[in-house]
């Protein structure tokens, strides 16, 4: 157990006031194309988002949580430009640093710190995670495994509304997936002291083709 395992619990709560809520990690658009309609699909969507993006925001939020620890606070933007780079939809690097920054208004409102002014004014979110996740004493295990979950669990969330589904329904998908966030969580723990250009880049072109499209559309529930 986390040595500060409500703190973990509480940037991982869904009902932080930072902007999760208003997003469905790509869900709606993928729903549009008839790739999801149900339980097992919405599973294997997760899983996929999980082993790609999920692991990417993880393994950032991790190293950025380390750097702050360590008090390597420059470190922090070559990580936010790194990450920059492994976002290749121009709509999607905008939802990341509008969350990044509603995160950091947040979590410099219930958990000021010097580090978090090092961030900028629009940093990524899972900078801002690892941040936050310092600022908590939490470890960068701690903070990518926050992450995942965030990576995840809105999504399925959202599908209680997009497909009509069953909340017991998308739970049990979650349920499902937690020995999979265990390890990747583990994963991206272990690249904290490799040079940010050498973190995990694991693609999701579908995910990223999905939110231009989501960009444009006039009828939409979610923001993404």
């Given amino acids: 157990m986390p040595a500060n395992a409500a703190a973990l619990l509480l940037l991982a ?3 932080l006031p930072a902007g999760g809520y208003a997003h469905s990690g790509g869900l709606e658009a ?5 790739c999801i309609d149900g339980a097992e699909s919405l599973e ?5 988002r999980a082993a790609t993006a999920g692991l990417v925001a993880g393994s950032f939020a991790a190293a950025a949580c380390a750097a702050c620890k360590d008090g390597e606070l420059p470190r922090l933007h070559g990580l936010d430009s790194e990450l920059d780079a492994r976002i290749p939809s121009t709509a999607l690097r905008e939802v990341s640093r509008s969350l990044g920054r509603q995160l950091l208004r947040t979590a410099t409102a219930i958990r000021p710190h010097p580090h978090l002014k090092e ?9 801002v ?4 996740a310092a600022a908590f004493d939490l470890t960068p295990h701690d903070a990518a495994l926050a992450v995942l979950h965030e990576a995840v669990a809105g999504p399925a969330a959202a599908a209680v509304k997009l497909l009509s589904l069953d909340p017991f329904t998308a ?3 979650l349920a499902h997936l937690t020995p999979l966030l265990d390890k990747l969580a583990a994963e991206a723990a272990s690249h904290t002291g490799a040079p940010p250009a050498e973190l995990p880049a694991a693609g999701a072109p579908l995910l990223d083709i ?5 960009a ?3 009828v939409r529930l979610f923001a993404s």
């Fill in 119 to 127: 961030l900028g004014r629009t940093p990524h979110q899972p900078i």
């Fill in 216 to 218: 444009v559309q006039n």
């Fill in 210 to 214: 999905a939110a231009e499209h989501h």
């Fill in 30 to 34: 993928i729903i549009r194309t008839q």
């Fill in 129 to 132: 995670f690892g941040a936050a």
């Fill in 13 to 15: 709560d869904g009902r």
């Fill in 171 to 173: 739970h049990a998908a």
């Fill in 44 to 48: 294997l969507f997760l899983t996929g």
